[in-house]
């Protein structure tokens, strides 16, 4: 590193988080401010329904180092979170949750290893507080299956907290697809990445937003069909099995036809569940490939990632996205 100041972006998508933004400025302002950092603080209200958006435009009116967004409707975490990338200006970028499970008191650790030299320093959750054993059990089952049929090194245990370089950003503004897992893009683009492990702690506020089967069924189906052909195949490797099953099935009945008595085999029950069953691997098979199709279909729409309504403290529209140029009248300040 040259002997110049780095600037650090913290990145925050928000969404309903009226309870948590101040704490989490004061944090964050406190960890930095006493690290001697130069920082900027950029919230993403990701269509929240409650208060987030007036708490950001005064705590950006109280200090200029915070910054925000506000989408015109949700487009999710990972949208969000892509737009706090595209506008972060920093030598280094932190992507965190706004709920301050990710203590930012873990910062100065990440920005040591960057320092040494690493281009991602990820955060490693060492233990979990607050959450469910359900949704421990299924997280962790869901990091080990997608670390084994992915052909990218996603670390195990980890989230979105995250530290990068600038040109770790910069290759990511580059990748424009909309159903998007950056747990899994970060690897991907490779450089030099390490981890280091924290005490992921409760929620500060407010309900939890990612813990139904509803929304985490979605975010997996995202994670597997964008980084692995794995579905496919399996699709292609049951069909092989289904048909070595039935040509043996075939050779048994003819055996038992001409060796054995006839009635073990007369009645509708066995050819019933024969094609239900049959029935069943077509139709799972179709809504595999439907599901690559559906992102494909995304993709040739070619429509925003996501759309601004209004702005505090941002200005330009980044490059390399599709959402329009922000215009004077709605940037507020």
């Known amino acids: ?13 928000v969404y309903n988080e009226e309870g948590v933004l101040d704490a989490l400025y004061e944090r964050v ?4 401010d006493g690290a001697g950092e130069a920082w900027e603080l950029i919230l993403v209200n990701d269509g929240s329904r409650d208060g987030s958006a007036e708490v950001i435009s005064r705590l ?3 200090d200029p180092r915070v910054k925000g967004l506000s989408f015109s409707r949700n ?3 990972q949208i969000a979170a892509t737009a706090g990338l595209d506008f972060s200006t920093g030598d280094a970028v932190i992507l965190t949750d706004a709920d301050l499970q ?20 990820y955060g490693v959750r060492a233990s979990r507080q607050g959450e469910t054993w359900f949704k421990l059990t299924t997280a962790k089952l869901f990091y080990r299956l997608i670390h084994r049929i992915t052909s990218i090194d ?9 530290l990068m370089d600038r040109r770790v950003i910069n290759s990511l503004r580059g990748m424009n697809e909309r159903n998007r897992f950056l747990r899994g893009m970060v690897p991907w683009v490779g450089f030099r990445q390490i981890g280091v492990e924290y005490a992921r702690e ?6 939890a937003k990612f813990t139904s089967v509803k929304k985490m069924l979605p975010f997996a189906v995202d994670a597997i069909t964008s980084f692995s052909y794995f579905p496919l195949q399996l699709a292609t490797i049951l069909g092989f099995v289904i048909a070595t099953i039935s040509v043996v099935a075939i050779l048994g009945v003819v055996l038992v036809r001409l060796l054995g008595p006839h009635e073990p085999l007369l009645g509708q029950a066995t050819t019933l569940v024969a094609v239900l069953f049959l029935g069943s691997v077509q139709l799972i098979s179709l809504g595999i490939i439907g599901e690559y199709l559906g ?11 996501y759309l601004i309504e209004q702005s505090w403290g941002l200005t330009e529209t980044p490059l390399g996205r599709f959402a329009p140029p922000m215009s004077p009248t709605s940037t507020k300040e």
């Not at 302002?29 to 930095?32: E, F, I, K, M, P």
């Not at 409760?202 to 309900?207: D, N, P």
């Not at 992102?295 to 990632?305: H, M």
């Open 1 to 13: 590193m040259d002997n110049r100041k780095d600037l650090i972006s913290i990145v925050a998508p």
């Open 29 to 32: 302002s406190r960890v930095l």
């Open 60 to 62: 950006h009116a109280q």
């Open 75 to 77: 487009f999710g975490f």
């Open 102 to 121: 990710d203590p930012p008191e873990v910062y100065p650790a990440m920005l040591a290893q960057w320092r040494a030299g690493y281009d991602v320093v």
């Open 154 to 162: 996603i670390p195990l245990d980890t989230g979105d907290f995250r």
């Open 202 to 207: 409760a929620r500060y506020a407010g309900e």
């Open 295 to 305: 992102r494909i279909y995304d993709e040739v729409k070619g429509r925003p990632l």
